[in-house]
């Protein structure tokens, strides 16, 4: 994508800890997991925003918070210039229909009991506006159309379809109320590689046709690359570096960003020979207890006193136009 | 160069591991379902070898009939030699298998935290890995316990011990079960999507350290894995399964630079890549063939963009060799291999 579309979404400073709670009667606080620490970030119209980051480190409470599965801490989330937290009444089943969801497991994710026909058109039980009773059975062969299903298998269930079909599925219903925004969550994880790449090539061209506007989560780095405009990286619940997908892939300045580029094996034995290896030691910290200053500091090669002492702010450094949270932001090519 | 596709009547090869036309069904209420329709393949020391394939095309099952851990009933094996040293292991008597089973051959699974016990200590159930096969005192047994856990750079083997595998990050269980693999110093080592549940930092940490560790101790390796990338990274050599068939077989340098089958080709062209953006992805149409209702001819016929009829949809093709240790199951492999196809 050339030019950024204007913003639709703008996250600020979005936080969510877990009460870590000890007794039965008495529940007492005894700490707080920060699975979302303070995230910002712009999504435009019709863009994909990727977001990438080790398992733990915050996505899927990221997902739910802006699908308002859970509450913030705090932090706001501006859409059409409301914040939808304090969204009510009719905003908030505007914001139900507008903002959809797409989950990694395509198994435990659709109702085994219902058909697919009722799976898809269950979201208009509640939204009677968007498909009219007597035209919803059309509107749902539509949508199995859309996404490559064929039309006829509207009453057959979820077990007699292959885990790409009920992906498939899955996407369907997150389209049935229009939205503009979808927010997928490992959408294609489970899937093999033959099956990624239909249901990959399917939301690139739902995306080009409908105009949505992507927030893509995966641990896949060249998954999230391939569809991704821009991509955020995340590390123990922060945005440790964003940008476009060339700047975070070809360009990368945060340590960490590079250490995770460099860990991904590359389909292409040559690469073994000529590749820039970055080996992180042991395992990411608990976010009920993560470090100070830079959370990344202890596996940081890089790191001096200053990043346990002061909090590297997520920030246009001079080295780079892209923000980078790291007090020695420097560009490192790791990829090629 | 060996040929792969050798008949069950020649004489065992000198390869440390063999297994020659391997067929295995399992026999369930709806049906058979053949799941390995002649494998071959073949593993010498300090190499590793990549068995590729998508999920249910017969990677475990192949391994699991190695290890001699098929449950049968159901699994039954109508046909096939597994050779270790040159004996035949599916003709062996139960207690000289059982010797070879965890000693020469070992495996490791993509699950730590279900393969190991959860209510006894890391360091008591390596101990007991070896008390069990071994005249080990429990004291010699704990030592050594400890030396392999250090082997495996688990930081601070001594106290970690006593833990408990939940007191364990994912890559360090991995670390315990790759540590008690190792117990016995086989000369095999079967790792079954061994980083597939980690994350991509810890996963090359993991593959770092078996690449290592077969080095160090000459071991061959046996790799089974989905992934492209993890393949390039490690291997020497590649099998490539469909639907319980090894249909390429190559060294890792020619098989990305030029795949010898449609179905390899597919898998390449259809993966995203780290290095550039790149614009719509291939893809390989429809699914993986149902095992209880395979197609005729060639099992990969109604997905692969070059089929031709009849030969394709009548004929089952047979591994061709290719030269260097290649082969390819199509009965275009010439012609994919010289570039001469699509
Ligand atoms: N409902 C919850 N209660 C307590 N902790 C939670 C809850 N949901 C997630 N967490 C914790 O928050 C952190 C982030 O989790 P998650 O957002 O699922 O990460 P990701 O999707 O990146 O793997 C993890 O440490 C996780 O254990
Ligand atoms: N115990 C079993 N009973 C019936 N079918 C089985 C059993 N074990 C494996 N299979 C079938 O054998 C096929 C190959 O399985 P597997 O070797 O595990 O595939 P892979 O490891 O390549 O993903 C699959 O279709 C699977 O369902
Ligand atoms: S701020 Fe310091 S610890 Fe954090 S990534 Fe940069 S150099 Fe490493
Ligand atoms: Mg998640
Ligand atoms: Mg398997």
């Known amino acids: 994508m050339a030019t950024l579309g204007e913003p639709i979404l703008r996250v600020e400073n979005l936080v969510k800890h877990f009460s870590i709670t000890q007794g039965i009667l008495f529940k007492k606080k005894i700490g707080a997991v920060q699975a979302v620490d303070g995230v910002s970030f712009e999504l435009h119209r019709g863009e994909t925003l990727g977001i990438v980051g080790e398992s733990g480190c915050g996505k899927s409470t990221l997902a739910k918070l802006l699908m308002r599965l859970e509450h913030p801490t705090s932090g706001r989330a501006i859409l059409n210039d409301k914040d939808i937290f304090k969204m009510s009444g009719g905003e908030l089943r505007r914001l139900r229909r507008n903002v959809q969801m797409v989950m990694q497991d395509p198994y435990t994710s659709l109702n085994p009991r219902m058909t697919v026909g009722d799976i898809i058109g269950e979201p208009y039980n509640i939204h009677t506006e968007v498909a009219p009773k007597g035209d919803r059975s059309r509107r749902i062969q539509e949508l199995l159309e859309l996404v490559g299903l064929n039309p006829e298998h509207i009453n057959r269930y979820p077990h007699q379809f292959s885990g790409g079909q009920r992906q498939r599925i899955g996407i369907a ?16 994880s489970a899937l093999d590689v033959s099956i990624q790449a239909q249901v990959i090539n399917l939301l690139e061209k739902l995306q080009n046709e409908l105009a949505l506007s992507y927030i893509f989560i995966a641990h896949d780095l060249s998954v999230v690359r391939h569809i991704s405009d821009r991509v955020g990286v995340m590390y123990l619940g922060k945005i440790v570096e964003i940008g476009t997908e060339d700047e975070i892939y070809q360009r990368p300045t945060h340590p960490y960003t590079q250490a995770l580029l460099s860990a991904v094996p590359m389909p292409d034995p040559d690469a073994r020979l000529h590749r820039d290896i970055i080996r992180l030691e042991g395992d990411v910290p608990s976010p009920a207890n993560p470090p100070s200053g830079c959370r990344f500091r202890t596996r940081c090669w890089k790191a001096q006193e200053k990043c346990a002492t002061e909090e590297p702010l997520l920030i246009r ?19 090629a | 160069m060996t040929n792969l596709q050798v008949g069950g009547d020649q004489p065992a090869g000198q390869h440390l591991l063999e297994v020659r036309d391997l067929f295995v069904e399992f026999h369930t209420r709806d049906g058979v379902a053949k799941v390995i329709n002649g494998v071959s393949y073949h593993l010498d020391a300090g190499e590793t070898l990549a068995v590729l394939g998508e999920s249910g095309s017969g990677k475990s099952v192949t391994a699991q009939a190695i290890m001699g851990i098929l449950d049968m009933p159901p699994a039954k094996i109508p046909k096939g030699q597994i050779f270790y040293n040159g004996d035949d292991l599916l003709k ?16 490791i699974f ?10 006894f200590s890391v360091g008591w159930q390596i101990s007991e890995t070896l008390r069990t096969r071994t005249e080990m005192s429990k004291d010699a047994a704990m030592k ?24 364990f990050s994912g890559g360090m269980r991995q670390r315990v079960m790759i540590a008690m693999s190792l117990a016995m110093d086989p000369k095999v080592l079967i790792a079954d999507e061994p980083t597939t549940a980690l994350d991509v930092t810890v996963q090359a940490q993991i593959m770092d350290l078996l690449a290592d560790l077969r080095r160090d101790l000459n071991m061959g390796m046996i790799l089974i894995t989905h992934d492209l990338g993890v393949v390039a990274d490690v291997a020497d050599r590649i099998a490539v399964m469909y639907a319980g068939r090894i249909i390429e077989h190559a060294d890792v340098h020619s098989i990305y630079k030029q795949p010898a089958h449609p179905y390899t080709r597919g898998l390449l062209d259809s993966i995203p890549r780290l290095d550039h953006k790149g614009t719509e992805l291939a893809t390989i149409k429809g699914l993986p063939p149902n095992l209880m209702r395979l197609p005729t001819g060639c099992k990969y016929h109604p997905r692969c963009p070059y089929v031709q009829k009849p030969i394709c949809v009548d004929e089952e093709p047979r591994s061709l060799n290719l030269g260097n240790g290649r082969t390819s199951a199509c009965h275009f492999a010439k012609e994919m291999l010289d570039g001469n196809l699509g």
Request: glycine share 2%; with cysteine; proline share 8%.
């Open chain 2, 92 to 107: 062996m008597a139960e207690n000289r298998r059982r010797d070879i089973r965890g000693k020469d051959i070992s495996m």
């Open chain 1, 173 to 188: 219903r997150a389209l049935a109320l229009k939205p503009e925004i979808i927010v997928c969550d490992e959408p294609v």
């Open chain 1, 317 to 335: 450094r001079a080295v780079e136009p892209h923000p980078s949270a790291c007090h020695f932001a420097e560009l490192r090519h790791v990829v």
């Open chain 2, 110 to 119: 993509q699950d730590a935290l279900s393969a190991l016990n959860p209510v």
């Open chain 2, 144 to 167: 050594r316990a400890i030396e392999l856990m250090d082997l495996v750079k688990i930081p601070g083997a001594k106290t970690r011990v006593k833990d408990y595998p939940h007191q």
